[in-house]
């Protein structure tokens, strides 16, 4: 049986609407014109959304290549017979350069070692494996240095960036399809540092370009550079979050683009009971009812990727009400004080995330009361959650 088999209803459901997918992705189409590719960034299962059916959405809608981290996350697309190019985020494994050049999965290069090693696989089966050039312009965390960065004695084979690219050129059986680098803080009001990579990126690429070195795709801009920096979209652009309907933080102007969250979570009461005053309430009883109540139960908990920080202070929607979380989240299992609800019976639906009517709990809200971020909010939402693929209003 799938872990997603949905045969036995489920009583907590994800909900991802692919008709907000599609309107989200128009939005970022109106952004940067139509010669410049989107990229969808699916990793991490599509950020808790379900890769498969996010790539076979979008494909069909105008995005020609896939992004993702693990190499196991493209097996996955490989496997459900999804055959756009895709780009590995991550390191790639000596093992699995034949597969990945058999499965036309682009590597990214982030060293002159790592473009050897690469090239002697390639070599040794026979096939020519593409990659992009990965650049830290001041990320810090995957990249060539530029020279304006690099500090000296280098290590590791280490040189001068235009050097170290020059010699990843020469290799044998690497077809050097694109550059691209990575922005630290594209989402902070302040621009200054993303100028900053901006200008040592479109420099490098110059300078590239004058050893006759032409990666033919140039790639920067993830979602907030989408919306805000057309400066940095070059020929290629990284969607991710934005694609899911959320904004990459508070400080990129929600003016930019009209998002709508793709992700809803619904579960459903299964248990009811009403309660003295002075009731205890879930593990180490750290709520305690202030007056005679009702509490519900919902199947939903932090082995769900509901947060524990969530105890006694998340919120969730019944009958259009939002209703406290009381107590600690459980592994399965949360407690809702529904008092507050009139008529409220064992079947009644729940929303976790989402909305009924002008009642909303956003992945933002969430965020907030467990002190992170909204993407990492979706992306703990996990596949014990069974995924019901909607386009529109129903169910929502
Ligand atoms: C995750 C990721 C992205 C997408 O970023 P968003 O802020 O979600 O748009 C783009 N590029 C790289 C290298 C990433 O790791």
Redesign the pocket.
């Known amino acids: 049986m799938s872990p997603r088999n949905t045969a036995f209803l489920p009583q907590t459901a994800m909900n991802v609407d692919l008709s907000a997918l599609s309107h989200n992705l128009r939005e970022l189409r109106k952004k940067t014109p139509g010669s410049t590719r989107i990229m969808a ?1 699916i ?1 991490a299962d599509a950020y808790g959304h379900g890769a498969v059916a996010v790539a076979r959405a979008i494909l069909d809608q105008g995005v020609s290549f896939l ?1 993702v ?1 693990r190499i196991s996350e493209a097996v996955e697309l490989r496997n459900a017979a999804i055959d756009a190019p895709i780009l590995l ?1 991550g390191n790639a494994l000596p093992s699995q350069v034949p597969y990945m050049i058999q499965n036309n999965i682009r590597a990214t290069v982030a060293s002159l070692d790592f473009a050897q090693m690469i090239s002697r696989e390639a070599v040794k089966c026979g096939g020519t494996i593409k990659v992009h050039i990965k650049v830290d312009t001041g990320m810090g965390r995957l990249g060539i240095l530029p020279s304006a960065l690099s500090v000296k004695p280098l290590v590791n084979g280490q040189g001068p960036a235009e050097e170290e690219i020059a010699s990843i050129s020469r290799l044998q059986c690497l077809d050097l399809e694109g550059i691209y680098t ?1 922005f630290a803080n594209a ?1 902070s009001r302040d621009k200054t540092h993303t100028m900053g990579q901006i200008d040592l990126f479109s420099n490098l690429i110059e300078r590239l370009e004058i050893r006759n070195i032409c990666p033919p795709l140039r790639h920067s801009a ?3 550079a989408i919306l805000e920096l057309p400066g940095a979209h070059y020929n290629m652009v ?5 694609l899911y309907g959320l904004w ?1 933080s508070d400080e990129v102007d929600h003016g930019m683009a009209q998002l709508k969250p793709v992700m809803s979570i619904t579960s459903t009461i299964i248990h009811l009971k009403k309660v003295p005053r002075n009731f205890k309430i879930s593990y180490g009883s750290t709520h305690v009812t202030p007056e005679e109540t009702i509490i519900a139960t919902v199947p939903i908990g932090y082995a769900d990727g509901y947060n524990r920080l969530l105890s006694s202070r998340g919120q969730m929607i019944v009958k259009g009400i939002k209703v406290p979380v009381v107590g600690r989240v459980c592994m399965d299992f949360t407690m809702i004080d529904v008092g507050t609800v009139p008529n409220v019976q064992v079947g009644e639906k729940v929303t976790v995330l989402g909305h009924q009517g002008n009642v909303r709990v956003s992945a933002d809200d969430i965020a907030r009361l467990c002190n992170t971020i909204n ?1 990492e909010v979706v992306a703990s939402l996990n596949r014990r959650i069974p995924i019901r693929y909607i386009h529109g209003k129903e169910n929502r």
């Open positions: 960034v990793k992004c981290s985020f990575h989402d993830n979602s907030a990284r969607a991710g979050i934005a990459p993407y």
